[in-house]
């Protein structure tokens, strides 16, 4: 299912995420809900789930209320499969990958159907191994002295992960509806890092890191449907144990143990319904969410020179939401517009003080137009406003070494920021598409180093913007030059604009930069039972802050076979090839 939505023009990934060119924040739904699931979480869901599951995959650059998120979306719709006799099928999968990682993975589906319900199971399993190699050169300035800092971390993983999903939907009628779904998955990442540090050319000692991480997650699922009404919940329980054991290379003494217990409790209560009304529709529902997470994080230094960090914090968190919206078809126009209301409430007890991180109220006004040019263009516009808070991973407030010199520290002071952003697209037979947009997000976060001048130490911290501007062009041009090849160009443009101060530094910088993506599709065999793509992107620098993220330069390859009536496909990949 991966690979069906990066097929679709304007889709891409981006490290662990899914975004829709042209949007500063892409979300993936499943059947028009959000879920509980992280980024990375849904992006690995979804290349394990078998292409055949889907019914089709939707996207929005302003997403409907009832989906419960704000912004641009994709959603992944999964069939309701029905029988007038109860039927059996399944499909099994496997793949083998092998780089500068190898890694493994199996699953099955079964499904069980009827004429009023189906039930649906899947059991997956994967293992990876995995090398690292981590560049890190920078001037530490301390007392007016200059510092050249050079550090090569080299990291190596053992990893294996299991997931169980099942899902169960049934039709009391053809007005009224249950979906329940459960997902249970487990991740058990191991890995050893080996981090020499140079100050001026010369090693001033080489950490050798051993971590084993632990992380279960449930995640429950359910909606009601009785016409136009739904009324449903999700729920999150997800649990994390981290161990780090630090010691120097050369005289095997530890330096620092490290552990680190999560709890995390997400739960989400939704209804939402629509009326027709004269020749429109009336929209409106409710939304209540609330996440309780805890974080007990120990690092104990053996050395006096750094003493002992301990965090113990506890974050709860309450959302209520309220919305109305009106959706209309006037001949060639079409027009959505919704309106909601939001409380948002957040405390923070760090080591037993407690303090209010956030209290207010917010609107957040959207529209989307639809205007039929010609029976094969449309033009269409939409304009929305979101509000996007930290991942747990970032605001839990837990702190990792790379070495004694490098860390990474998370804050649950890292505040929610809110985007603006407007979209005008013109597309001709829902293939060529030339777009503009624009957004704004004062107080994005985002990550930089910060090196105290008071030691050589240095840390990765996040921290939000004062301001985050976003204007930028966008063109898709595919083109068949046979009925069997067909090749796509993806081009966006992008001027950003960023202030702020971080640690005292001031900073108002402006680049422009862009992104091209060529893909190639060619269909072979007299049965057109071999498929290749070949796929080449080239991003630009990108402004971050007051730095630079370097450009990047990558092509893949794949080839399918499927053998004539196996039932089977056979996919070969290669990524990084350039």
């Not at 999964?78 to 059996?88: A, E, F, G, M, T």
């Not at 009628?173 to 080996?194: A, G, H, M, Q």
């Not at 005289?251 to 939704?270: I, M, N, P, S």
């Not at 007890?349 to 137009?369: C, D, E, R």
Request: proline share 3%.
């Amino acid at each position: 299912t991966l690979d069906l939505l990066l097929e679709i023009p304007g889709i891409e990934q981006l490290d662990d995420n899914m975004n829709l060119l042209g949007t500063g924040n892409t979300l993936v739904v499943i059947n028009g809900r959000r879920t509980n699931m992280s980024p990375k979480e849904m992006i690995t869901y979804l290349s394990t789930l078998p292409p055949s599951l889907v019914k089709s995959i939707e996207v929005y650059y302003d997403a409907p209320p009832q989906f419960g998120v704000r912004g641009g979306v994709i959603n992944v719709v999964l069939q309701r499969k029905r029988s007038d006799k109860l039927k059996v099928n399944g499909s099994a999968w496997t793949s083998v990958y092998q780089a500068k990682k190898y890694y493994q993975t199996a699953g099955a589906v079964l499904n069980l159907y009827q004429k009023k319900w189906m039930w649906e199971t899947g059991l997956s399993s994967g293992f990876m191994k995995s090398n690292k190699r981590h560049v890190f050169e920078s001037y530490h300035s301390l007392d007016g002295t200059i510092t050249e800092v050079n550090n090569v971390t080299k990291r190596y993983s053992n990893s294996s992960a299991m997931k169980l999903a099942s899902r169960f939907n049934y039709d009391f009628s053809k007005k009224s509806k249950l979906d329940v779904s459960y997902i249970y998955r487990t991740d058990e990442p191991c890995y050893t890092s080996l981090s020499p540090l140079y100050m001026d050319g010369e090693q001033v000692s080489a950490s050798l890191s051993d971590f084993d991480v632990a992380k279960k997650r449930h995640i429950f699922q359910a909606n009601y449907a009785y016409q136009k009404l739904n009324v449903g919940g999700n729920f999150l329980y997800y649990k994390e144990v981290n161990t780090q054991d630090m010691c120097d290379v050369d005289d095997k003494e530890r330096v620092l143990e490290a552990h680190v217990l999560q709890k995390v409790k997400d739960g989400d209560f939704y209804l939402n319904d629509s009326r027709s009304i004269g020749k429109g529709q009336l929209r409106y529902g409710v939304d209540m969410r609330w996440t309780d997470s805890r974080l007990d994080d120990h690092n104990h230094w053996l050395e006096e020179r750094e003493g002992n960090e301990k965090r113990n914090n506890v974050q709860k968190e309450q959302n209520y939401e309220v919305y109305g919206g009106w959706v209309q078809k006037m001949g060639r126009l079409n027009l959505s517009a919704q309106l909601q209301l939001s409380y948002y409430h957040s405390e923070l007890q760090h080591n037993g003080q407690k303090m209010t991180l956030w209290n207010y109220v917010s609107l957040f006004p959207s529209a989307t137009i639809n205007y039929k040019v010609t029976e094969a263009s449309n033009l269409v516009f939409s304009m929305s406003t979101n509000r996007l808070s930290p991942p747990y991973s970032i605001s839990s407030g837990r702190k990792a070494y790379f070495n004694t010199y490098i860390s990474i520290a998370n804050s649950p002071l890292v505040e929610p920021y809110r985007s603006y952003d407007l979209h005008l697209n013109y597309v001709v037979k829902g293939r060529y598409t030339v777009g503009l947009y624009s957004s704004i997000a004062p107080h994005k976060y985002t990550q930089l180093l910060y090196q105290d001048p008071k030691m050589l130490k240095a840390s990765f911290e996040y921290f939000n913007l004062t301001r985050n501007e976003d204007l930028g062009v966008l063109l898709v041009l595919p083109h068949n030059w046979t009925n069997r090849v067909m090749s796509r160009l993806s081009a966006f443009g992008l001027y950003r604009y960023q202030a702020g101060e971080f640690h005292g530094v001031s900073f108002d910088n402006g680049m422009v930069s862009g992104k091209f993506q060529l893909t190639n599709n060619a269909v072979l065999g007299k049965r057109k039972n071999l498929a290749l793509q070949l796929n080449t992107t080239y991003s630009t620098k990108v402004m971050a802050a007051y730095a630079e993220d370097a450009a990047i330069f990558n092509s893949s390859f794949a080839m399918t076979w499927t053998p004539y009536h196996t039932g089977w496909s056979i996919i070969l990949k290669g990524t990084d090839l350039l």
